[in-house]
DNA sequence: CATTTTACGATGCGGGTGCATTGTAATCGC
DNA sequence: GCGATTACAATGCACCCGCATCGTAAAATG
């Protein structure tokens, strides 16, 4: 074997360059060719390292997603449900610019959802984990007491994750400022649960 | 003047074809030979109508805009707030083939209102519009006590906004049914209002 | 009837696309 | 050292794109 090159390290070198370009100046923009020169690469380098345009943005979305997951995970240890809910959401909303950023390249991910299978599987296979964990946190707080018993904590998740998937394009395009979009979040939460803690 | 012709019936008649070619396969498939391949007429009368690309893929979505906007006008003799509520925002929703397609391209222009910046503006005026409608509502169900008081017309309405917009691609990729879509509209109108009317 | 204006249809151009092909330098096992 | 394998770089190909250009048929106007 020959030239000893960290694979997985140039697969991501790549998938950044083509992340870059998306949130720029969206998925349209992304060509071989462009993310080569985002890169820094050779062309012929991009196409070593994947076989098709396909596959490279699959890879890009498992490690947009990858980013994202670490951050959520990182808020796990917060002091309350409700307070791990908050975070969670905010995570996914763009409040500065790197949360912009994402969720500028997660919009146009969603829309391409609607016409490529292989991703419209990888998202749904990704939703009940999501609506699952907030269900699970929404439970924990009513055997807390910090939320109303009769709740459904099930359509509870789907709304908070709906609500906070309907704030991104507002969000993006101004018409709701990060302060409107957090306020709007606790708002919310305010409704679900008894206590501000 | 020649040939007299009904220059809006041409160009709503390119538009729909733009619009059957973005539901089907998304605004990436739409160009000018394939639209006008899908409307049965040379890419010279596409040209005619049209100046430029751009001015058509916006003229297609007013076109949308105005379809849409004409069903909700049609809800808005319902018995009461909640009624007209759940009837705009459950037009909006992919519950059958013709909403579905329609939900489906509404997303891919959604996505394109990132880079695009004349559709971003479209949108950052539509949407007070359509908020502000909504807020008027809950007001004037608070007057007539179907509504608690001391809940935020504004905020309530941002969320019923995007609790909308967020179930579309839930449901355009199969994770809720159309009855899942229309039991979690009616569960949060439940919350929201204090009599069922 | 002539002129002008509109409504197209046909064609071409420069440029970008994903992908295949080819060549080559480097590094391993032997 | 040597064949084999890997890691690229360079180039070419067939196709599609938006748009401009050119030609022409038809109808209203004088």
Redesign the interface.
Known sequence: MPKIVDHEARRRLIADALLRIASR??L??VSLREVAAEAGVSMGMVQHYFATKDQMLMFALTQLNARIGERVAGAMDAPSPRAFLRAAILELLPLDDERRSES?IG??Y??????ADEL?DL??QA??YVIGFYAEQIRAAQELGQVHADL?PR?EA??L???????V??A?????SPE?VA??VD??LD?LFLTSG
Chains 1, 2 share one sequence.
């Open positions: 100046d969206g349209d923009a500028r919009l146009a969603l829309a391409r959802s609607v016409v419209a998202l749904r939703l009940p459904d359509i789907v709304i994750y709906t609500m906070a998937q309907g704030l394009n507002p993006l395009i101004g018409h709701l409107d306020a709007t708002y919310h409704r």
